[in-house]
């Protein structure tokens, strides 16, 4: 009891010099005293905030604007004790334009602090309202209009910002907290997310629908990331957020997306395959399909392996369920009866093989096919309808391929539920798993598709299915599509492969 009531007072002590110290947005006393670490650096960020607005004075001060003007109005929203805008005034460099500085603050002990602060900088520190996405801020209509409006971290209210802006030209950036951000500890607790519905996708929403007038440039988002991931996964993550998705999703959009960052991450990959690429056109009963056919130079003439990605079989939302999986079935049935023209023996054993959607097709395939000798299925999209705890537990967009992301995609594959509960597609679903070719699962361990490919596996294993299971560690989906930035990850991939079509 002696030590317990020992530790109390010291954590009373802690707390009533954290008290005295804590001025502003300084939180220094904090990290200082190794209780806590903010991870957060704008490295990690994927963006450096500071250095933007930097940038963008700069810009500002270069332009020629159309009323000739001399002076460039800034104006940073809650501005704590002032320690933040005090270190961008210091790194602004001279320039002939000259600046003219506001802020708003409305916690009071902050706002006598950034007057102290930044007064002799010539900045004029205004008292606001309490801080929500409906205060008015302290300027009338005639008052001055701001180029350029920043907020970090602190609430705003989008209309009253479009309405400071100088027209057409103003700018206005702002970096903030993801209204879920540590949701996990605020469930430890039993409380509620104060703005559960501030996020990236909210905020854009609202600039749109409260403030047509303004056009938003650049949506960006960053999270601490999962300490599980290796460097590999983690380089990926740090090209995402130099190269952002786009932000409507738009299917066609999205397409070159996709194919931009396979095509720059792979880029010192390309043309390097030994060998001879042939392009072929399948014509089944309704289309013709393009394929690609690699031969080795050292070809093993003994086994053959059809890959499915993201084509070229007809794709939805243009061609939807079950077109493209009838396309992938008559090509893989041409190839079966035809295989000595495409290079291998009349005994030659056929396997399918894909990755995520592609994957879902091979063991369809595999259900509805006779004369398939083995399926490869990395990170296969098994569990489409997202029953499975890892879509729980993998939420965020750091993983990448997220439920929402899923969603997207089943709504634009299928025309309704009742074709994603098909047992042709949705293979967990399928009342008997015997009989069914030898299969190799190659598993992302951090996706959320991980536990539909491990339930899967354990059904071919009890239905007397030859499996052998590898659980990439530290990895996230789509990393076998990206050697150029997975080189470690996808040779071990590419080594369980190679060992599993060699016991075939």
Known sequence: MGDDQALVASWLHEESTWQQQFRGWDFSQLTSSGRISFNMSEEQLGWDY??????????LADSDDENKSNEIYLLDL??????????????????????????TESYEPNFQLAKQRLTPYGV????????????????TDDGPKFDLIISRHTCYNIREVDRLLKFKTGIFITQQVDGTSGQDLIELFDHQPQWPFFTLAYASLTLKNQAPSMKLI??????????????????FLQFLSQNPPPQDNEVEKMRLYMDGIHQ??????????????????VKTNSTEIPITI????????????????????????????????????EVTQHIIQNRTAYGVNKTAKIGVAGDSAGGMISA???????????????????????????????????????????????THAFHNLDEVKDPRVSVLLNRTFKDLPPCLFIVADLDILRDGN????????????????????????????????????????VDAIRDFMASI
């Open 50 to 59: 500071t250095k933007i607005i930097c940038q963008t004075v700069a810009q």
């Open 78 to 103: 809650g501005t704590g004790g002032g320690e933040y805008l005090e270190g961008i005034l210091a790194r602004l460099p001279s320039n002939e334009k000259k600046l003219i500085v506001y802020a």
């Open 124 to 139: 004029t520190v205004i008292q606001s309202e309490s801080d929500s996405l409906n205060s008015l801020l302290p300027f």
């Open 218 to 235: 650049r949506a960006q988002e960053s999270e601490t990331k999962d300490p599980r991931f290796n460097n590999e996964t983690l380089a």
């Open 264 to 281: 720059k991450i792979n880029k010192k990959l390309h043309e390097t395959f030994k060998g001879t690429i042939e392009e072929k056109i």
């Open 294 to 329: 690699y031969t080795p130079l050292n070809v093993n003439k003994d086994k053959l392996v059809i890959y499915f990605h993201g084509g070229e079989y007809r794709l939805g939302p243009e061609y939807k369920y079950p077109i493209w999986l009838d396309d992938a079935l």
């Open 364 to 410: 369809s395939l595999s259900h509805l096919l006779k004369g398939i000798d083995f399926q490869i299925l990395i990170y296969a999209a098994l569990d489409i309808l997202g029953e499975m705890p890892s879509y729980k537990e993998f939420t965020k967009p750091m993983y990448f391929l997220t439920p929402e992301f899923m969603k997207w995609f089943t």
């Open 454 to 493: 491990l339930e899967y596996q354990k059904l071919l294993e009890k239905a007397g299915v030859q499996t052998k299971l590898v659980l990439m560690k530290d990895v996230i989906h789509v990393f076998f599509t990206l050697p150029g930035i997975f080189p470690q990850s996808c040779a071990e991939a």
